[in-house]
C-alpha cells in the first residue's frame, strides 16, 4: 500500500498566495467580445488537387511572404522567402525566416506552401538531430513527441507575430467506414495525420478547392467553404458553401462573402465532370438533394 504524504505547511501556504496573487491580476469580462471582421487576420487552410490554383490564391492575400517549402513557383508573382536558393528547402531556412519576421512589422500575411513539405522537413532536422533514421527508431513515441514540439514550436511563434497566416496542402481519396460498418470515400489533406490534427484545430477556414462545370459545361474551379462525411472542410464565418476560385485575385471573393455579399453558386448550378473526384461528385449530389428536400418542405409550410 502506497502512504500519501501531504505536502509541508510552508509549500502549501506558498501555493495558496500565488493563487491568490494570480487572481488580483485577472477580471472576469464585463461585455462580450465582438468577432473579428478582418478576414486577413484568420488562419486559412486551402487543400485540392495539383495545379488547381492554391499557390495562386495564398500569393492572392495583400501583402503576402510566400514560404514555399515544396518548390518555388515560378509563374507567380510574389514575395518568395530565399527563392534564389530554392525557397524553404529544410527547416533552418524557416526558423530563419519566423526570426526576421519577429523583427519586423513588414508583411501582412504569410503562405506556407505546402504544409505538407513543411512538415517533412521539421521531421528530418529532429531525426538527424536526435540521430534517428526514423521517429519510431526512439521507443515509446519519444521521436514523434519531439517533431510535434519542434513543429508546434515554431509556428506558435509565427502566429505570435500577429500575421494572418494561409497554408495549403494537397488532397487525398480515402476509404472509410462508418459506425455502421458501411464503407465511403473522404477527401482530406493529404498531411500527416500528426500535423493536420494541429493545423486543423489551429485553422479559423478550411477550403477545398474542386474541379466542377456549370449548367453548360463550363469547367469551373470551386472552393467547398463547409464539409460533411465525404469532404473535410470548415468556415469560422457564414460563408456560403460554394465559391467560385478566380484565376486572378482569387481571395476576393471570399472576403466578399466573408462581408456579407451574396456571391455564392447554388449546389443546382453545378455538376460533376471528368475532373471532379468520386467524393467531390458524392458531395455535389448531396448538397443538390438537400436543396430539393428544402424547397418541398418550405413549399409544404406556405
Known amino acids: 500500500m502506497i502512504r500519501k504524504v501531504p505536502p509541508k505547511k510552508g509549500k502549501l501556504l506558498g501555493l495558496k498566495k500565488s493563487v491568490a496573487a494570480d487572481s488580483a491580476k485577472y477580471q472576469l469580462p464585463e461585455e462580450m467580445k465582438e468577432p473579428c471582421d478582418d478576414f486577413f487576420r484568420y488562419m486559412i487552410l486551402i487543400y485540392g488537387r495539383p495545379g488547381i490554383g492554391k499557390s495562386s490564391f495564398a500569393a492572392s492575400f495583400p501583402d503576402t511572404l510566400m514560404l514555399s517549402a515544396e518548390r518555388v513557383s515560378k509563374g507567380i508573382q510574389c514575395f518568395d522567402f530565399n527563392a534564389e536558393e530554392g525557397g524553404v528547402h529544410n527547416w533552418e531556412v524557416f526558423q530563419a525566416a519566423i526570426k526576421l519576421l519577429e523583427k519586423t512589422d513588414r508583411f501582412q500575411t504569410v503562405a506556407i506552401d505546402t504544409i505538407d513539405a513543411l512538415y517533412n522537413h521539421c521531421l528530418r532536422y529532429v531525426c538527424q538531430k536526435e540521430g534517428m533514421t526514423h521517429p519510431s527508431d526512439d521507443g515509446y513515441g519519444k521521436g514523434w513527441d519531439a517533431i ?135 458531395l455535389i449530389q448531396k448538397a443538390r438533394m438537400e436543396k430539393i428536400k428544402t424547397k418541398g418542405i418550405i413549399k409544404r409550410k406556405k
Open 148 to 282: 510535434k514540439k519542434e513543429f508546434t514550436h515554431w509556428l506558435d511563434r509565427l502566429w505570435a507575430t500577429g500575421r494572418g497566416v494561409v497554408f495549403t496542402s494537397h488532397a487525398k481519396e480515402v476509404e472509410v467506414k462508418s459506425h455502421t460498418g458501411e464503407a465511403y470515400t473522404r477527401i482530406q489533406p493529404t498531411m500527416s495525420g500528426q500535423a493536420y490534427a494541429f493545423i486543423k484545430a489551429k485553422t479559423d477556414f478550411v477550403f477545398y478547392a474542386e474541379y466542377y462545370r456549370d449548367d453548360q459545361g463550363n469547367p469551373l474551379r470551386i472552393l467547398v467553404t463547409a464539409g460533411d462525411d465525404v469532404v473535410d472542410a470548415k468556415s469560422a464565418g457564414n460563408l456560403p458553401r460554394f465559391l467560385q476560385l478566380q484565376k486572378d485575385n482569387g481571395v476576393q471573393i471570399v472576403v466578399d462573402a466573408f462581408a456579407g455579399e451574396d456571391v455564392g453558386i447554388a449546389p443546382d448550378q453545378l455538376r460533376a465532370g471528368k475532373q471532379t473526384s468520386k467524393s467531390g461528385g458524392s
